[in-house]
């Protein structure tokens, strides 16, 4: 119940093109879904996030996609670039427990 | 700068030792949590604190401990045993209020001698 899914481990994109990463989750109870880019070396920093009242949120070149009936998010990088190449995780959460469930994380290489 | 500060940065503990890694913000929030990062394993919450003087376990808190004695400061001691502490320990912390961003810190590489 408390697991969120993504995927996929790791994306190989090329320059310029679109990165897109999936995640599920089955707690219906989720109501807030951040995602976070996390650099070697370095804490996570949020870069986006959702609440099921939206279907899609952007910001510059991340847009968030949310399926409420499916039970799915995921992160869509356009133009990516070099500069993108991190881990990227998805998370969620929900009123009632105010603690953030991560998936595993994707790995993002941007070729140049 | 209003930030989270993470020390020390690289961390070794020898065999039945307990080893404290300490975590400051000055972002005046009120909620804090401890994360361990394993390759492969996304973030797992240790332990997290919503007020001062109060904090609860999380998913994996055997073999820690913490306290919050102080609004800033949320300590975590790794104690002996914890039989597999080599991780990435993350602190965070956010405005406490339900569903609010969680700032991160720069991380302590913790690894056994």
């Known amino acids: 119940q408390q697991q969120v899914k993504q995927s996929p481990q790791s994306l190989i994109v090329q320059k310029g093109g679109i990165s897109i990463i999936n995640c599920a989750y089955e707690?219906?109870?989720?109501?807030?879904f951040p995602w976070y880019q996390q650099f070697p070396g370095k804490g996570p920093a949020l870069l986006i996030a959702?609440?099921?009242?939206?279907s899609e949120k952007k910001e510059g070149r991340f847009t968030i996609s949310f399926n409420k009936s499916a039970k799915q998010f995921s992160l869509h990088i356009m133009d990516s670039q070099p500069g993108d190449s991190a881990t990227y995780f998805c998370a969620a959460s929900s009123r009632r427990g105010n603690k953030l469930v991560f998936g595993a994380g994707t790995i993002l290489r941007v070729k140049s | 700068d209003g930030g989270i500060t993470q020390s020390p940065k690289y961390l070794f503990r020898k065999e039945g030792q307990n080893v404290t890694l300490s975590c400051e913000q000055n972002?005046?929030?009120?909620?804090m949590y401890w994360y361990r990062q394993d390759p492969g394993q996304g973030l797992r919450l240790i332990y997290y604190s919503q007020i001062v003087n109060d904090f609860q376990k999380g998913d994996i808190a055997e073999g820690y401990s913490v306290s919050r004695e102080k609004k800033e400061s949320f300590p975590l001691t790794v104690t002996s045993a914890q039989k597999n502490p080599t991780a990435f320990y993350l602190c965070?912390?956010?405005?406490?209020?339900?569903?609010?961003?969680?700032?991160f810190g720069d991380g302590t590489r913790l690894s056994i001698l």
């Open positions: 972002l005046n929030h009120d909620a």
């Open positions: 707690n219906t109870a989720f109501d807030y």
């Open positions: 959702i609440r099921p009242d939206v």
């Open positions: 965070a912390s956010s405005m406490g209020r339900v569903n609010q961003p969680q700032h």
